[in-house]
């Protein structure tokens, strides 16, 4: 049950970060490997969303919860496809520069078969791909 943390730092406003991150929905435009991400259900802060992530020919399935808490948190749960848990939250925080660090924490457990041994050893490499993606967006579409 590997568990890891992805740190990067932002130079946009935090809670610009959180929204752009919190915006499931616009993650295949630019996060590599996403294919789908649509949010099935919203209560409040809480969002069911089904999602899709090639890993070369492989495609992982899943679901999450997602509980926003703007602008300091995103906790997800997840399940489905190879994974039999995943845990992440994001953690967004103040800069002493006016930028924000950006924390990925994440803690999984797989289910087992060919898709799971294909996707084990890219998990962590993946988390850094994503955070580093929401990095180059922010640069992108954020202004400060």
Known sequence: MPSFT???TVHHLRAEVFDL???IERY???VPGWQD???VSQQGNRRQVQQALGIGPI???FRTEAVLERPE???IHGQGGPLKRLHQVWHFEEGAEGGTLVELWTDYAL???LAAAAVGPFFRRRTQ???QAFRRRADQVLRD
């Open 111 to 113: 289910r087992g078969g």
């Open 37 to 39: 991400a649509r949010v």
């Open 21 to 23: 991150v919190a915006d």
């Open 73 to 75: 948190r995103i906790s």
């Open 28 to 30: 295949p435009d630019f």
């Open 129 to 131: 791909d994503v955070v």
């Open 6 to 8: 992805v740190r990067e």
């Open 59 to 61: 495609v992982l399935h």
